[in-house]
């Protein structure tokens, strides 16, 4: 008797078809918690920064800043302003933006929104508290 060992080529064609398959899916889903890593980055830069004016700037202030960076709000860490591309807050590339209102001439704003362009959700955004 004769006896081979090895692979058919329908076997080994099987075998390829499921390895590529379950890269394709390996790859969806990376990508997917990827995207998902990123919002929540920008969702924890925005819930930092809307503390902080709340309890820190504004608290000692009595108004809110024009524009936000590092220097304006020392209660944070400095790389909660940038976005997880790299972006400063104040870059129109920015996937985390600041809008300051009802700004008088000498910067003193009495109030903000603070937005996340989100990847996998709907845009998350923070404004000022509602003052007594």
């Known amino acids: 008797m004769n006896a081979r060992r090895g692979f058919t080529v329908v076997e080994a064609i099987v ?20 995207a998902a890593i990123r919002d ?23 108004y809110y800043p024009a524009t936000l960076e590092p220097e304006t709000l020392t209660a944070i860490d400095p790389e909660l302003m940038t976005d ?20 008088s001439l000498d910067g003193e704003c009495q109030g903000y929104t603070l937005r996340a362009q989100l990847e996998r959700e709907a845009e998350y955004v923070k404004t000022e508290r509602e003052r007594d």
Not at 15 to 34: E, G, H, M, N, R
Not at 40 to 62: C, I, P
Not at 85 to 103: A, K, L, Q, R, W
């Open 15 to 34: 075998v390829i078809i499921f390895l590529v398959i379950a890269l394709a899916l390996f790859i969806t889903q990376k990508t997917s918690v990827d």
């Open 40 to 62: 929540t980055e920008r969702k924890t830069a925005v819930n930092a920064m809307h503390y902080s004016l709340e309890e820190v700037y504004f608290e000692r202030a009595g």
């Open 84 to 103: 997880p591309d790299g972006n400063d807050i104040g870059d129109p590339n920015s996937s985390v933006i600041y809008e300051s209102n009802n700004c």
